[in-house]
C-alpha cells in the first residue's frame, strides 16, 4: 500500500513495525470527521485561490461518494485495514484518488496530519460529550423516577456503613442526581474546551497559504480558533479533560452500584433487583446475582487506568506532534463506549429495580438510629448539647444492654437518666418527627425532598 511519504525513502518499511505504526484499525471511527473536515477545508482552499471551483466541486463530489459509500458499507474501511493502509486520513485520500484522480492530491496543500487529526479527534469529541451527556440525563430520569414513585419510603442513612439516622429513599437517589449534575458540568467545560479549531496550524508553524481559518470554525461549527500553532497540533488537553469527567461518571456509577448491591442483599433486602439485569449460579441455584452493578464496579478502574495512560504518555513530550499522541484515541475511545454503555445499562437496572417497601421501613425504625433525636430533644429542654448527648448514649447504652429498642423504654426508665424527659419523648422518637425535622433546604424532611425532586424534575426539563 503506497504511503502519504514515499518520496524520500528507497526501501520499504518492515511488516512488523508497518503493523506496530498503523492506526487504521482504530482511528477508522474518525471517517465521518476526517471527511467533513476536509469537505471545509476544499472550500478554504478554494476561497484561497489554491483550489478552482471546478477542482473544489470534483473534490467535494469525490468526498461525498466516499461518505456514502462508507456509511452504506462500513466494512471498506476493514478492506483498508487488510491491504495495511496507515491510518484514516491515507485512506480517506487514497480513496479519493482513486476515485477522481491526481486532482484529489490538491486537497492536502498547507494541511498537515497534524492539524487534521487534531481537527477530526475534536469533531469527533464534541459529538460524544452530547451523546454521554444524553445518556447521563437518563439516568437522572431513572433516579428521580424512582424517587417520585417512592416518597413514602425510609430506609436507614449510614455513615461507616453503620446505621446513622432514618431518610427518605427519594432524598438517597436524589444524592446521585446531584453527582450526575456536577458530571454535566464537567462535560459542559470540556466540549467547550474541545470545539476549538486547530485547522490551518499546518504541521506546527501555520501555513504558506491564505486559509480563513474562521471561515473554516464557522464551516464546522467550532467556536473559535486555537491561537497558536505549535499548541494547536500538540494539544490534546480535551481529551484528558473529557477522561477525567469520565472517571469521576463512572466513580459516581460505581458507588451507586455499591450501594445497591449492598441493598439487594439477603441481609439488607431492601431492594429486589429484576431479572433482566440479574445473573444465576451455575452450581447454588437459590442465587441472584447483580452482575451489571459489579461491572460497572468494576470497569471503573478500567476507565480510570485510561486516564493515567493518556497523562503518562502526554508528559514530558517535546513541542510539536510526536507520534507518541497516536495513543489518545484508544483510551479515549474505550472510555467513551465504557461510560456510555455504563451509563445506559444503570438505567436499565434502575427500571428493573423494586422497592421492598416493609423492609425499609423496617430497618428505618429500628436499631437506635432516632439516638440523635433523643439529644435534640434534650436541647428542646433547655439542656447543652453536650450533656444532652451523654444522656442520649447513656440511654443506648441502657437499651442495648436490655435488648430494648429507645422507644421501648418506659418514662420511669427515661427519668432516671434525667428527670427532664417527658412523655412527648415517645413522639420525638418516632421515625415521622425524625424525617419532619429536618426541615433545613437540601435536608430530607418530606416537604424538602418534594422540593429537591421538583427542582431535579424542572432542570431535566429544560435540558430536553
Ligand atoms: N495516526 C496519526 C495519529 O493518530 C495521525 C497523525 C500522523 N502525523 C504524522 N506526522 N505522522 O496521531
Not at 508497518?18 to 471527511?35: G, T, V, Y
Not at 485512506?91 to 479519493?96: D, I, R, S, T, W
Not at 438510629?369 to 448539647?385: Q, S
Not at 418527627?433 to 431535566?460: C, E, F, H, I, Y
Request: charged share 25%; aromatic share 6%.
Amino acid at each position: 500500500m503506497s504511503k502519504l511519504w514515499g518520496g524520500r525513502f528507497e526501501g520499504e518499511n518492515d511488516q512488523l513495525f508497518a503493523r506496530f505504526n498503523e492506526s487504521l484499525s482504530f482511528d477508522k471511527r474518525l471517517w465521518r470527521a476526517d471527511i467533513t473536515g476536509s469537505l471545509a477545508y476544499s472550500e478554504g482552499l478554494k476561497h484561497a485561490g489554491v483550489l478552482s471551483q471546478e477542482e473544489a466541486t470534483t473534490i467535494q463530489d469525490g468526498l461525498r461518494s466516499i461518505f456514502a459509500d462508507l456509511e452504506a458499507n462500513p466494512a471498506l474501511l476493514e478492506e483498508g485495514v487488510r491491504q495495511g493502509v496507515e491510518d484514516i486520513h491515507s485512506f480517506v485520500e487514497g480513496e479519493l484518488v482513486r476515485r477522481i484522480g491526481d486532482v484529489g492530491g490538491k486537497l492536502h496543500a498547507g494541511r498537515s496530519r497534524n492539524d487534521q487529526v487534531a481537527t477530526d479527534l475534536r469533531l469527533f469529541t464534541r459529538d460524544a460529550i452530547r451523546s454521554v451527556q444524553g445518556l447521563a440525563r437518563n439516568v437522572q430520569q431513572a433516579l428521580v423516577d424512582l424517587a417520585e414513585n417512592n416518597l413514602d419510603v425510609a430506609i436507614p442513612g449510614y455513615t461507616h456503613l453503620q446505621k446513622a439516622q432514618p431518610v427518605l429513599l427519594a432524598h438517597h437517589m436524589l444524592a446521585y442526581v446531584e453527582m450526575l449534575e456536577r458530571d454535566l458540568e464537567r462535560l459542559e467545560d470540556a466540549h467547550r474546551r474541545t470545539n476549538r479549531l486547530p485547522l490551518g496550524s499546518g504541521a506546527m508553524a501555520g501555513t504558506n497559504y491564505h486559509i480563513d481559518r474562521e471561515f473554516l470554525a464557522k464551516e464546522l461549527g467550532f467556536d473559535n480558533i486555537s491561537i497558536n500553532s505549535m499548541d494547536g497540533v500538540s494539544d490534546r488537553d480535551y481529551v484528558s479533560d473529557v477522561l477525567h469527567a469520565c472517571s469521576l461518571i463512572m466513580m459516581h456509577l460505581s458507588r451507586l452500584s455499591e450501594d445497591l448491591i449492598v441493598f439487594a442483599s439477603t441481609e439488607f433486602g431492601f431492594i429486589e433487583m429484576g431479572d433482566a439485569v440479574s445473573t444465576g449460579s451455575s452450581i447454588m441455584p437459590q442465587k441472584k446475582n447483580p452482575d451489571a452493578l459489579e461491572l460497572i464496579r468494576g470497569k471503573t478502574g478500567r476507565v480510570y487506568g485510561n486516564l493515567h495512560s493518556l497523562l503518562t504518555t502526554l508528559k514530558g513530550l517535546p513541542l510539536c506532534y510526536n507520534k507518541d499522541m497516536q495513543e489518545d484515541k484508544e483510551p479515549l475511545f474505550d472510555t467513551l463506549d465504557t461510560v456510555s454503555d455504563s451509563l445506559a445499562v444503570t438505567t436499565i437496572v434502575l427500571r428493573n429495580t423494586t422497592i421492598r417497601k416493609d423492609r425499609c421501613l423496617h430497618a428505618a425504625s429500628r436499631d437506635y438510629l432516632n439516638a440523635t433525636e433523643l439529644a435534640d430533644y434534650l436541647v428542646r429542654k433547655g439542656i447543652p448539647f453536650r450533656q444532652a448527648h451523654g444522656v442520649a448514649g447513656r440511654c443506648v447504652l441502657h437499651a442495648v444492654q436490655n435488648q430494648l429498642q429507645l422507644e421501648e423504654m418506659t418514662l420511669e426508665t427515661y427519668q432516671s437518666f434525667s428527670p427532664q424527659i417527658e412523655d412527648d419523648v415517645y413522639e420525638a422518637l418516632s421515625l415521622e418527627s425524625a424525617l419532619a425535622g429536618k426541615n433545613v433546604p437540601g435536608g430530607t424532611a418530606p416537604n424538602q425532598v418534594k422540593q429537591a425532586l421538583a427542582t431535579a424534575k424542572a432542570r431535566l426539563q429544560s435540558a430536553s
